[in-house]
């Protein structure tokens, strides 16, 4: 009986360890490993307008998050001031969260805009960044979108 009270309460730890200790992924679009962009540098969305893979020797934690960037410069921006950088609705895609979904996009479709970037889906059959920008109101569907974010960053993808 001991025995069984034992390992319960080992259990029980592990399982609450596992949750205080595991990444948000209701709010952050990651991979398994905790990476956001899918590697891409959000120092080069934001400063340069490109899209551009990090590696791993230039790479900073942020909110249990782990992001890429290209050189040690980009990293020391990125530490200076973390929440310049952040990608909008968590890296998900911004026309997704405006239609009150959340899909993976593609690293390689993005706006930058006041100050901000936006990722985008992009597959064979959508273009979420040309729906979008035939909007022709970014100030609009950005309103909506930060209305919608509210709710689905606690939702699970």
């Not at 064979?124 to 909506?144: I, P, R, Y």
């Amino acid at each position: 009986m001991k025995t069984i009270k034992n390992i319960s309460i080992l259990l029980l730890t592990a399982v609450f360890m596992n949750t205080a200790f595991a990444q948000d992924k209701k709010s952050h679009n990651i991979d398994n490993s905790n990476i956001a962009l899918q590697g891409y540098s959000p120092v080069s969305y934001l400063d340069l307008g490109i899209a551009q893979k990090g590696i791993k020797e230039h790479k900073s934690e942020h909110d249990k998050v782990v992001y890429y960037f290209t050189d040690a410069e980009q990293k020391k921006k990125f530490d200076k001031n973390p929440s310049k950088y952040l990608p909008q609705y968590g890296g998900y895609c911004a026309f997704g969260v405006y239609a009150g979904a959340k899909f993976r996009p593609d690293p390689n479709k993005f706006i930058v805009k006041d100050g901000k970037y936006f990722l985008y889906l992009y597959n064979l059959e959508l273009d979420a960044q040309q729906l979008w920008l035939a909007e022709n109101n970014h100030s609009k569907l950005v309103s909506k979108a930060n209305e919608n974010w509210s709710n689905l960053k606690n939702t699970y993808n």
